[in-house]
């Protein structure tokens, strides 16, 4: 289970948010929305234990995350709105070396089995990245969760970039994963497509506006 209790945010000098408590249970998923720079990717971050919020805490398992941090990360897959991958490398280099950061050591057919569930196919996924479209780099990064056991996702903008043949591969991933009883957080601009698209979004329990 994840929880906040009186989390805070601040940016410069402005207060963005207050006594934020969130509570999010195993088979939950967690819609965060809010105008541009209303502190939805800072939260993420704060949930992910990557940015420590200005009062408050963030509880894993009934456990303060900075006070157990390494367990922490080990139940946790975080993708950031910024596509991480280095562009000199190919797709199937780009994943593999994400895969490592968390403990990971998938074989070659492993990795190109992932890429190829997100339609990276044939030479594409040996070409070097910086070569690839916004929308394909969003799948090398999100083919992480094909091969994620991790309990909890952190999502930030996870449908930027995506057409709808990748929209509908993100939610097939996240419908898999919640009916695993494993818990996802995530932002999106595309609100209302969103919700149809993931009936478990359907109701405000599951919606958090900041």
Request: charged content about 15%; hydrophobic content about 40%.
């Amino acid at each position: 289970m994840l929880n906040t209790h009186e989390i805070s945010c601040k940016r410069g000098r402005h207060l963005l948010w207050q006594n934020l408590n969130i509570t999010l249970a195993p088979g939950e998923v967690l819609l965060v929305k809010g105008a541009n720079g209303s502190g939805k990717s800072s939260l993420l971050r704060m949930l992910a234990g990557l940015l420590l919020p200005l009062s408050g805490t963030v509880s894993w398992k009934s456990q303060a995350i900075q006070q157990h941090r390494y367990e922490y990360q080990a139940d946790l897959l975080y993708i950031g709105h910024q596509v991480p991958l280095k562009l000199e490398l190919s797709a199937i280099e780009n994943l593999s070396s994400l895969l490592q950061l968390h403990g990971y050591a998938p074989s070659s057919s492993e990795i190109q089995q992932a890429l190829a569930t997100w339609m990276i196919l044939g030479n594409t996924m040996h070409l070097p990245t910086k070569q690839l479209s916004q929308g394909q780099k969003q799948r090398v990064a999100l083919a992480q969760l094909t091969l994620s056991s991790q309990a909890l996702w952190i999502l930030d903008e996870p449908f930027n970039g995506l057409d709808t043949q990748g929209s509908n591969i993100l939610k097939d991933h996240l419908e898999q994963h919640q009916s695993a009883q494993k818990l996802t957080v995530l932002t999106s601009h595309l609100h209302e497509n969103l919700q149809s698209l993931l009936p478990s979004l359907s109701t405000q329990e599951n919606i958090l506006q900041l």
